[in-house]
Nanobody, 124 residues
Framework: QVQLVESGGGLVQAGGSLRLSCAASGRTLSSYRMGWFRQTPGKERDFVAAISRSGENTYYADSVKGRFTISRDNAKTTVYLQMNNLKPEDTAVYYC?????????????????WGQGTQVTVSS
């Protein structure tokens, strides 16, 4: 079992940047694909970005493509989400999670070991 803890959220003005971190304990992350999702009150948890086990392949939701970058440091068992040019519609609680699939998935049900989330608020 792996435990994930997200951090790095906060309040930022539109156009600003934040870097989220997802730190793991209990087990290395190198055997998992990793994903970031986000959720606003009353809505589904939506896919944001994912990264392959090696870090060579990344995937993004259309809404964040070109602005967000997912990366991983398997030695430090940490996954990052660099968010640039933030918009008010990026406001949400951001979660990281693991996937044991051998291919990318944007479906929430393909992921597990969810962290507790970190709040990102973008003011206009």
């Amino acid at each position: 079992q792996v435990q994930l803890v997200e951090s790095g959220g906060g309040l930022v003005q539109a156009g600003g940047s934040l870097r989220l971190s997802c730190a793991a304990s209990g087990r290395t992350l190198s055997s998992y694909r990793m994903g970031w999702f986000r959720q606003t009150p009353g809505k589904e948890r939506d896919f944001v970005a994912a990264i392959s086990r090696s870090g060579e392949n990344t995937y993004y939701a259309d809404s964040v493509k070109g602005r967000f970058t997912i990366s991983r440091d398997n030695a430090k068992t940490t996954v990052y989400l660099q968010m640039n040019n933030l918009k008010p519609e990026d406001t949400a609680v951001y979660y990281c999670a693991t996937s044991e699939l051998r291919y990318n998935s944007v479906s929430r049900i393909s992921y597990g070991n969810w962290g507790q989330g970190t709040q990102v608020t973008v003011s206009s």
